[in-house]
């Protein structure tokens, strides 16, 4: 079973995508929510998660600097973000991320491995 750590500033997104997704039928067993990049990288660093979906513009660390934490680690990330920015598209090819996303999403969207 895996773990995912969902992390974004809109309350409504978090727990939104935690409620809506079928976590189960993708084996994902725990999922762990954050508010901002600073609770979102104790969570990772605490958990290992396979998997992290995260926002691109958020209070106190964004997502390009919790990808920069997190280089180093082996899960998946995929950005979920309002803003479809050259340079937040050009920093999730630089590390690699799964998929980047426009809200408002739905889980169909959701390439879960």
């Not at 079973?1 to 727990?15: A, L, S």
């Not at 929510?33 to 104790?42: F, I, P, R, Y």
């Not at 899960?75 to 630089?94: P, R």
Request: with cysteine; charged share 25%.
């Amino acid at each position: 079973m895996f773990k995912v750590v969902i992390c974004d500033d809109e309350r409504i997104i978090r727990e939104g995508l935690k409620q809506i997704i079928p976590w189960g039928d993708y084996h994902f067993n725990t999922i762990y929510t954050a508010k901002d990049g600073v609770e979102a990288l104790s969570l990772i660093q605490q958990h290992q998660p396979e998997l992290v979906i995260t926002d691109i513009r958020m209070p106190r660390k964004n997502g390009v600097d919790l990808l920069n934490d997190i280089a180093h680690l082996d899960c998946n990330v995929i950005i979920l973000s309002s803003y479809d920015d050259f340079e937040y598209m050009k920093a999730g090819i630089q590390h690699h991320v799964l998929d980047y996303l426009l809200k408002p999403v739905d889980h169909a969207q959701l390439k879960l491995f």
